[in-house]
């Protein structure tokens, strides 16, 4: 099946940083990925859209200016969390959705666990 | 809107059971529907998928069920094995006129005794 990479896997930061996560389809084009954040006991919430080449479209109540996404290439999306607090704390994962023959799947990848102290 | 718990609901079974996991979604504009299997600390992987256009679909030791008149999506796990203790989420597919869009019901925590 398709192969959907996200790095880092964990990360720990202080508060008031930035951190970075990276969403990569290994072996094929997404012009459309997904954010998702999921806090224990919970399901996936839908954040954004990240969009190839134009800007990402946010879910009702997430900050874009806080939870920065690029999407500059087919193959990458990247999710920023900006001076990031405690309650960032979360399990992020990303999507990516593949076409082919006239069919649409949506691949994950493995998720990040942020912890910001 | 989303709905936020505090917890799953949870399934128990005993190995060799049958198991059904249910889901009611919200959006009768949804065409796409998809259950997904988690593990703890892994992101979503895909079990089964049924379009709008059927009411029953079947893969390997799964079935899902569809039921739009009352919009109700079950999983069926037959012969359940230890190794399917996880976290299960229906997700419906809903097309808007800027694209479509995946959202997740609560989950159903299932866990199988030996």
């Known amino acids: 099946g398709a192969v959907v990479s996200q790095h880092p896997s964990w990360v720990i930061c202080k508060s008031g940083t930035s951190v970075k996560i990276e969403c990569r389809s290994l072996d094929f084009q997404a012009t459309t990925m997904f954010w998702y954040r999921q806090f224990p006991k919970q399901s996936l919430m839908l954040m954004a859209t990240s969009n190839e080449g134009s800007k990402a479209t946010y879910e009702q109540g997430v900050e874009k200016d806080k939870f920065l996404i690029n999407h500059a290439s087919l193959t990458l999306s990247t999710l920023t969390v900006t001076s990031a607090h405690p309650e960032d704390s979360s399990f992020y994962i990303c999507s990516a959705r593949r076409f082919r023959d006239r069919d649409e799947k949506l691949f994950f990848g493995s998720g990040t666990q942020l912890s910001v102290l | 809107g989303e709905s936020v718990g505090l917890h799953l609901p949870t399934l128990s079974v005993q190995e060799g059971d049958n198991s059904i996991i249910n889901c009611a979604y919200s959006n009768s504009a949804s065409d796409y529907f998809i259950w997904y299997k988690q593990e703890s600390g892994k992101g979503p992987q895909f079990i089964i998928d049924?379009?709008?256009?059927?009411d029953k679909r079947q893969g390997q030791r799964v079935t899902v069920l569809l039921n739009k008149t009352v919009k109700h999506l079950s999983l069926q796990i037959a012969a359940t094995q230890p190794g399917d203790s996880a976290v299960y989420f229906c997700a419906e597919n809903i097309r808007e006129t800027s694209g479509s869009r995946l959202t997740f019901g609560e989950g159903t925590q299932l866990t199988v005794n030996p």
């Open positions: 049924i379009r709008s256009n059927m």
